[in-house]
């Protein structure tokens, strides 16, 4: 079976409604964006929309059914993903008022880079919510006779729509007058960020 617009549809509606709704990676891009500026938030989303590319991967294989079956391994990647949200979540507590005084460059060195695309992508890589997303997505969305070719195109729309959300998103975050504001008042948004992060980490893991 070949690529199907009407399916397209159906994931571009189910992909729309689970991006826009408040999460890690939404947190990790505006965090980004306000404290290191438009370039960095913008690599960031980058990774993010590349993480989404693991889950495809791994759900075309088949693996995804095995990581919901096998309770060890799926509990093991939620609280992977919790620590790794209470590890980002303190670090933003720790943050101290006026510890800066101007807007960080825009310019990005190597190093920079590369760090900012792996925080986003083992943001999203190490979402159980988008594990149960894809496992719904590949099994109940996506016909199982859809060639391999169709389920990688659909894979790979909703990697470049979620890396052009979290694009849109750290442009409206890296706005100069935002992040102006950002220098006196950050150290309560990182402290307010790391607490939600926090509670998002103890939630996933009381939730399942």
């Known amino acids: 079976m070949g690529f199907d617009f009407s399916v397209w549809l159906a994931i571009a509606i189910m992909h729309a409604f689970a991006v826009a709704s408040p999460g890690p990676d939404f947190a990790v891009v ?39 079956a ?8 939620i609280y992977a993903a919790a620590l790794y949200l209470i590890w980002m979540g303190i670090g933003a507590i720790r943050s101290q008022a ?36 894809f496992l719904t997505l590949y099994t109940l969305a996506i016909p199982v006779e859809s060639s391999l070719v169709s ?18 998103v750290s442009i409206l975050a890296s706005h100069h007058r935002v992040r102006k504001s950002y ?3 950050g150290y309560i948004f990182d402290r307010l960020m790391g607490a939600v992060l926090i509670a998002m980490a103890i939630v996933l893991v009381l939730t399942q």
């Open 30 to 68: 505006m965090k980004q964006s306000l404290q290191q500026g438009r370039a960095i938030g913008i690599v960031t989303s980058l990774g993010v929309g590349s993480g989404i590319l693991l889950h495809v991967a791994y759900s075309i294989l088949g693996i995804s059914i095995i990581i919901k």
């Open 70 to 77: 096998t309770p060890w391994i799926y509990q093991s990647l």
């Open 98 to 133: 006026n510890s800066g005084t101007s807007l960080k460059s825009d310019d990005i060195v190597s190093h920079s880079a590369m760090k900012a695309f792996f925080i986003g992508f083992i943001t999203n890589g190490l979402n159980p919510k988008a594990t149960l997303f």
């Open 151 to 168: 389920k990688s195109l659909y894979g790979l729309y909703l990697a470049i729509a979620t890396a052009l959300w979290f694009v849109f």
């Open 183 to 185: 220098i006196t008042h």
